[in-house]
């Protein structure tokens, strides 16, 4: 008998039905010689200094350094403390039955490193013996299935990728842990949960907001000159703006008693605008949240649901290509994309030898290549389900499209002695921006939707003149989208766990949304205010781990190695808490 382990129950029925186990017991599934079962996330964690007989620390006792890690069942909180997870512990027995009862046993949980660690953690705390395969696949469809059966590989092919996600569990314990119970100790005043990346964006989104409140508004006055031109009318802006309003006053003054503009400068540029990577996670958040006002967190949600609908591949992936046995199947899935008409206004060149540009990249095949959809029709989705697999859908169709060319006006003028100038962007070929629609990348200045024929030096009747009053806005707090970016340019957390920490920062309560932004709250703020000059609270102090983890997953450096030096980092951070929070005597 062969056992398997998926990491939810929705995810181990889609697998049980695709290889004939579809006999539903009590937690799992059997049947063809397999026995199916899940875990309800990550059920297995290290363990707290409690559990190490640390109840009550002392300044002596930082930083915590366990002479060996423990795991322990995941705990909830209650009113009366923290208990084991009662859902957890049940499902865990089921487990430890169905794995005893197998000769063999395949992990079929997520296709990364937390899924390889949440695998190991069990096979660890159950005290399992049995032989391990490793189910790697990067979508749920019948065919993917049971192709990934037939090609199975010893757990042990990714030792690499569970050191690098252990490694860095263990180190986010050791830092987490350490400067959460340090503050505590020295401050205090309560609970406060810090962590390696959480903090740094706990920081970052305060820092903002605190900019905001203490903006002070700078005045300027920007002139701008209407012409006319058979019968097109454009607007053309001052190339100064004036922060003192007598100057800009007369100015305006000078400009109106001109009555004309010379045109002096006309310079045109075509540019061709190659067509996009595919998606990656990260880029298919910020993409959704800027065009459709979702959160990070709804669209984590809403690919895992399209994900166990076998309707896209894996989502969580930080790769924009495919590899080569992959980009074979995509002429059948974008001519049934353009049967569907799901972008009626768009005519896709369909091509059994589409040309894979920048798409293919064999190196992806052992991780998780771009996400696309898989050819199955989509149906009965919610209207944000659809807008996401439109998204993915539309990406596929614009990434083998020529290219956008589009040509760049700019106009210079002299009114009054002073420079004006305008933009005009005009689309020459849509090519792959006419499937999702993009707006037309632009310049900084003036924009105009459309020009008349000019020449330089011709004199041209100004029938207008305005002289308007601006005030420097504040910085915005930032929405999911930038907050994201911000994220990924500071190598805070993978596309996994960024979404997660903005989770955890909402339901942790420091953090909250007002509108489509994300601002502090009071208990955000005054943590911000207590640790915002301090080391864990600098977005490039562990910018480094992550060059770390994939070394370690290579192979390239050892774990006590990393470790050490996370340990010696720990120590710098807890003491620079002390020394701040305790006086010396």
Known sequence: MIAILTDKPSVGKVIGRAIGATKVRNGYMEGNGYMVTWTFGNMISLAMPKDYGMERMERKDFPFIPSEFRLTIRHVRTETGWIPDIEA???????????????????????????????????????????????????????????????????????????????????????GVNASYAICKATGLGNNSLGRVQTPVLAAISRRYRERENHISTDTWPIYINLQKDNVLFKMRCAEDYSDKEIASMFYQDCKLAGTARITKI??????????????????????????GMTAMEVYDITQVLYEKKLITYPRTTSRHIPQDVYEYLPAILARLSDWKLFPETEFPVSPDLQPGGTVNESERRNHHAVIVTGIRPEGLKEKEMQVYRLIAGRMMEAFMPSCLVETVTVEAICAAQVFTTVNNRTIRKGWKGVLRNATSTKEGNITDNLPELKEGELIKISGCNLVHKKQLPVCPFTDAELLEYMEQYNLGTVTSRTSTIRTLLERKYIRYSGKYIVPTPKGMFTYETIRNKKIADASLTGDWEADFSRLERGEILQGEFLQKVKLLTKQITDDIFDTYIPCN
């Open 89 to 175: 512990v049940l499902q865990l027995k089921t487990i430890r039955k169905v794995l005893e009862m197998c000769d063999t046993i395949v992990s079929a949980m997520e296709a990364g490193r937390d899924g390889e660690m949440a695998f190991r953690y069990i096979y660890q705390h159950l005290g399992c013996t049995q032989p391990c395969l490793r189910l790697w696949i990067s979508s749920l469809t019948d065919e993917a299935v049971r192709k990934g059966m037939e090609n199975l590989e010893p757990d042990s092919l990714y030792d690499g990728l569970f050191l690098s996600a252990d490694s860095r569990n263990k180190a986010d314990w050791l830092l």
């Open 267 to 292: 310079v045109r540029h075509e540019q061709e605008i190659q067509p996009p990577a595919l998606f990656n996670f990260t880029d298919l958040q910020i993409y959704a949240g800027k065009h459709h």
